[in-house]
């Protein structure tokens, strides 16, 4: 069984978010590596970069495939993950530690809770493999 | 990121081991109309590098066997494909191409020599029924009959420079007497099989014929005598595993490098069109082909900057476009960004500078020599 965070929030297109004040963190979840397999490349912004919510902000890139991965949240990118160049496997790994993608300064904080809790993430995947 | 989920439908064909796939973990999806494993738990890069430098186990069950028996076996075959098949012996295999009228590629092949009036055509599976109604109408009265035997035999392939000290363990046969592109007949842990020494991975190895209901037999049998679950031993390996192992071989896979639309010349498939032979589907245009020169070729390239090409991208040299990739992934032996692409003749010459249009971004790749990987013999 994938690995769901109590607290973390979640977009249905298998991103995780950590809140830390107005700060986001987001990658993606065990789920979504694991349906993904080996990944060898993330494509991630420049900081200073803003997104609007939904929006693809980078790929990641499996042996196979090329996914996009979509901001569950808006705002500015303050910080990314630069370990992810030398050593994308990390999001395999560790997808909510090591495996992050990048850090956003929330525009609006509230998005948050329109997001998925652990709980019904878990759900929606159960109901998705069906 | 968006998931694509490969919900098995009903209609999908299986292999006579889909159920052991399963219980292996297998995460199965639709590949031409079959449902088969495209990675198991080890994942693609574990089993990729597994194979080369241990063994790894493929099922290719969904392949298509299509017999021919009879005194004309060998000019009928001759004259619907390209290579050569009278300068085949007993016990040898042959690589080869059904090819149309305009020297396109119907499907690639294994042509088996058993004897001078028994072949067997080894085809690939998304084109089994496509290949089996293109053989039927070009039978024009010729001494011989032919028979789809596809469903009546699974296919094993054991990948590796291990392959040969795992299967000689459970054949009573001289495996290192088989030759390169050389087959026998005999029993594999008791069950009547044809053991070639053939394989899609730039490998040694073996593939290893048998009746389909043996197949669970086999199969288990391999992954036990050659240690599965050890770190060394040998690992089943999914199709995705394959491809980047046949990518990284330099050969192609039909419906990417070869189709209806490409001739073998461009292709890079000259060696197996045999004009001398005698007449064949395409040879004139083939012939005509090669006088007056080909417009586009087929080249290897490796990608010089961060991104990774895949299939259908843009070739681009200078401001035009001028081609497409056929296949581009991740080599994980290799460690490189390789892939296969179609560009102009006059432009493929090796080290030859292109871009690859990498959804819109222009990432660098240089034209190189195939194979990308060669195994030191």
Known sequence: ?130 | MVIKLTATAPQLKETPLNRLHRDLGGRMVDFGGWDMPVQYPAGTIEEHLRTRNHSGLFDVSHMGEIEVRGADAIPFVNRITSNDVSKLIDGQAQYSALTTPLGTVVDDLLVYRFSQDHLLLVVNAGTTEKDWDWIKSHHAGENLQLKNVSAEYCQIALQGPDAISILQQLTELKLADIKYYHFTTGTVDGVPSIVSRTGYTGEDGFEVYAAADKAEQLWTKMLEVGKAGTDTGVLPCGLAARNTLRLEAGMSLYGHEIDETTTLLEANLGWICKLDKGDFIGRDRLAQQKESGIQRRLVGFEVTERGIARDDQEVVIGDERVGKVTSGSPAPFLKKNIGFAYVPAEQAAVGGEIKIDVRGRLVGAQIVKTPFYKRAR
């Not at chain 1, 970069?49 to 500015?76: L, M, Q």
């Not at chain 1, 850090?103 to 904080?109: H, I, L």
């Open chain 1, 1 to 130: 069984m994938a690995n769901v965070p109590e607290d973390l929030h979640y977009s249905k297109d298998h991103e995780w978010v950590r809140v830390d004040g107005d700060i986001a963190t987001i990658g993606i979840t065990d789920y979504a590596q694991d349906s993904l397999g080996d990944v060898v490349y993330v494509e991630v912004p420049k900081p200073g970069d803003e997104f609007a919510t939904n929006e693809s902000f980078g790929s990641v890139e499996s042996v196979k495939a090329v996914s996009e991965v979509f901001t569950p949240v808006s705002g500015a990118v303050v910080e990314i993950n630069e370990s992810l160049a030398d050593e994308p496997e990390s999001v395999n790994s560790d997808p909510y530690g090591k495996g992050w993608m990048i850090r956003v300064k929330m525009s609006n904080p509230g998005e948050v809770d329109s997001l998925l809790t652990a709980a019904e993430y878990e759900d929606f995947t159960k109901a998705e493999k069906e």
